[in-house]
């Protein structure tokens, strides 16, 4: 099965900063990769997603870059807000099995 | 328009009670799935619906727990005597359908189950 590895496990940035999030997956098969944020008490909330086809995708101040070769993909945030502390999870999935493998997490904290 | 909603959101057991945490998910959407997460973890695939049908039950982990969507829409996980290692949220999900385009899963809140 899928093996989807997430670092650091925290990040600490100031505000206006960036802050880079990377995962590793396993199964070169996969070819979906969302990234989602979760805060306290919530459910995850999608935040932006790449399909294999593309290297890179961004939306506002948020990007996701993806590296087939290699097996990791990553998130990008630019000039960070102390509304973007939260924890972030990558996943990894395949179209037809549809069950997302998670990475650990990652608890983002903008310092105001 | 109304994202994935469940209930209870919270819900203590004592060891050995039964439990049913309800999904309702997006209206329209044919996949439903149900994930488990762990203090301080990513959540954990435990089963996946099309519909009424239930495609992939791989993830459950044990036969204690039990999960039914009869009409295709509302599901319900279930857990049998249960037991202090089941405490977790447990995250329900649904999707358009799966397949490219289609794939994007919306979570709701969860449910936070203690036993005692």
Do not use: M
Not at chain 1, 82 to 103: H, I, L, Q, T, W
Not at chain 2, 81 to 106: F, I, M, N, W
């Amino acid at each position: 099965g899928e093996n989807v590895e997430q670092h650091p496990s925290t990040l600490s940035v100031q505000e206006g900063d960036s802050a880079v999030i990377k995962c590793t997956y396993s199964d070169s098969a996969s070819n979906y990769f969302p990234w989602y944020k979760q805060e306290l008490g919530k459910g995850p909330q999608l935040i932006i997603d790449i399909r294999s086809n593309v290297g890179e995708k961004k939306d506002q101040r948020i990007a996701v870059t993806l590296n087939k070769t290699a097996k990791h993909f990553s998130l990008h945030i630019t000039e960070t807000q102390p509304e973007d502390s939260a924890v972030y999870f990558c996943a990894a999935s395949r179209y037809n099995f549809n069950k997302f493998y998670f990475g650990s997490g990652t608890k983002l904290n903008v310092k105001p | 328009g109304a994202g994935v909603s469940q209930s209870p959101r919270y819900k203590v057991a004592k060891r050995g009670q039964d439990v049913a945490l309800r999904c309702d998910p997006i209206s329209g959407h044919v996949s439903l799935f149900w994930y488990q997460q762990a203090l301080g973890q990513g959540p954990e695939f435990l089963t996946y619906f099309q519909n009424e049908a239930q495609l992939d039950k791989s993830g459950l982990p044990s036969d204690r727990f039990f999960a039914e969507r009869p009409e295709g829409s509302v599901s319900t996980l279930k857990i049998q005597r249960t037991q202090q290692e089941d405490s977790a949220v447990y995250l329900c999900a649904s999707s358009l359908s799966g397949g490219a385009r289609k794939e994007t899963q919306y979570f709701g809140p969860g449910t936070r189950l203690l036993v005692l």
